[in-house]
């Protein structure tokens, strides 16, 4: 996880067990406020079954003896000087979460500060937990297989496998393009031939009109799918994941999008027929 954009977010949500962060200078301070943190987040909760905000509490309360804690961060680090000292009595630690629907749900992140290393060595609920509800909502379009193969890819990335994590949601990216490639394979305009001789980022430009413009205009980012297997890493696929799986829930969204404005056009439609049923006139017997 690269420290220079380090969000706190994806520090309890995406950095996978075992993952190492590299303390500097910089980050010593944005630490405090991770360790200690009490602000408020937004994410499943599996024991509420549904969207929480959860907010952190009792974080950080007992570590160093006799230093005062105050609100602000960074009066703490000029008082205690350096990181090493600052955890001198405690290497390991919890930061914990609330659900404020009930705060009995918990959300658990524990590190471990070793040679100036941060190593995440726990959490509960599980990111493959949590990933499995937050992509419940795709299987309607994905079906059972893809779906499982979706589930599945998460769970390995959490486990920090590259290589296997990465391949699975090739497949269902790969999936998606042809998906979009049979809507506009009976288009008279257009070249099949062109197509299938171009490279991942022409054929994603020339899918235009049926993929998010987001992802169009960003489609060099994928310029690694159009490698072979033998050619990637662990690393390389582990950091070009998150791009991968965004790229592919943006396809997805805009696809229960699609469906949802189906379903409130059929509604309307419904209503329509309903309406006009009403206003004809009764025939007399």
Same mark, same amino acid.
């Given at each position: 996880?690269?420290?220079?954009?380090?969000?706190?977010?994806?520090?309890?949500?995406?950095?996978?067990?075992?993952?190492?962060?590299?303390?500097?200078?910089?980050?010593?301070?944005?630490?405090?406020?991770?360790?200690?943190?009490?602000?408020?987040?937004?994410?499943?909760?599996? +024991?509420?079954?549904?969207?929480?905000?959860?907010? &952190?509490?009792?974080?950080?309360?007992?570590?160093?003896? +006799?230093?005062?804690?105050?609100?602000?961060?960074?009066?703490?680090?000029?008082?205690?000087?350096?990181?090493?000292?600052?955890?001198?009595?405690?290497?390991?630690?919890?930061?914990?979460?609330?659900?404020?629907?009930?705060? #009995?749900?918990?959300?658990?992140? #524990?590190?471990?500060?070793?040679?100036?290393?941060?190593?995440?060595? +726990?959490?509960?609920?599980?990111?493959?937990?949590?990933?499995?509800?937050?992509?419940?909502?795709?299987?309607?379009?994905?079906?059972?297989?893809?779906?499982?193969?979706?589930?599945?890819?998460? +769970?390995?990335?959490?486990?920090?496998? &590259?290589? &296997?994590?990465?391949?699975?949601?090739?497949?269902?990216?790969?999936?998606?393009?042809?998906?979009?490639?049979?809507?506009?394979?009976?288009?008279?305009?257009?070249?099949?031939?062109?197509?299938?001789?171009?490279?991942?980022?022409?054929?994603?430009?020339?899918?235009?009109?049926?993929?998010?413009?987001?992802?169009?205009?960003?489609?060099?980012?994928?310029?690694?799918?159009?490698?072979?297997?033998?050619?990637?890493?662990?690393?390389?696929?582990?950091?070009?994941?998150?791009?991968?799986? #965004?790229?592919?829930?943006?396809?997805?969204?805009?696809?229960?999008?699609?469906?949802?404005?189906?379903?409130?056009?059929?509604?309307?439609?419904?209503?329509?027929?309903?309406?006009?049923?009403?206003?004809?006139?009764?025939?007399?017997?």
């Amino acid at each position: 996880m690269d420290n220079k954009t380090l969000r706190i977010e994806d520090l309890f949500l995406k950095m996978p067990l075992y993952d190492k962060l590299e303390l500097n200078s910089a980050l010593e301070y944005k630490l405090v406020d991770i360790l200690r943190f009490s602000g408020q987040l937004d994410m499943f909760c599996v +024991g509420c079954n549904k969207e929480s905000t959860f907010t &952190g509490f009792d974080n950080l309360t007992d570590y160093v003896p +006799g230093v005062a804690y105050t609100s602000n961060a960074s009066k703490l680090m000029e008082r205690v000087f350096t990181l090493p000292k600052y955890f001198s009595h405690k290497k390991v630690f919890t930061v914990k979460l609330k659900c404020s629907r009930n705060e #009995n749900h918990l959300m658990l992140f #524990n590190f471990y500060i070793k040679d100036n290393i941060l190593i995440k060595i +726990g959490q509960y609920p599980s990111l493959m937990d949590i990933a499995h509800h937050s992509l419940k909502k795709y299987k309607r379009i994905l079906g059972t297989d893809r779906y499982a193969e979706f589930n599945r890819a998460v +769970g390995l990335a959490a486990l920090n496998v &590259g290589l &296997g994590s990465f391949i699975y949601l090739k497949r269902i990216f790969d999936h998606l393009l042809e998906d979009a490639h049979k809507e506009i394979f009976a288009d008279e305009k257009w070249n099949e031939l062109e197509y299938l001789a171009s490279p991942l980022q022409k054929r994603i430009a020339l899918l235009k009109n049926h993929l998010p413009p987001y992802l169009v205009e960003k489609r060099d980012m994928f310029s690694i799918l159009n490698k072979d297997v033998h050619e990637l890493s662990e690393e390389e696929c582990l950091r070009y994941f998150p791009v991968l799986q #965004n790229a592919i829930e943006c396809i997805l969204d805009e696809k229960l999008i699609e469906i949802t404005r189906d379903l409130k056009r059929k509604e309307l439609e419904k209503s329509f027929d309903n309406l006009t049923e009403k206003k004809k006139p009764v025939k007399k017997k």
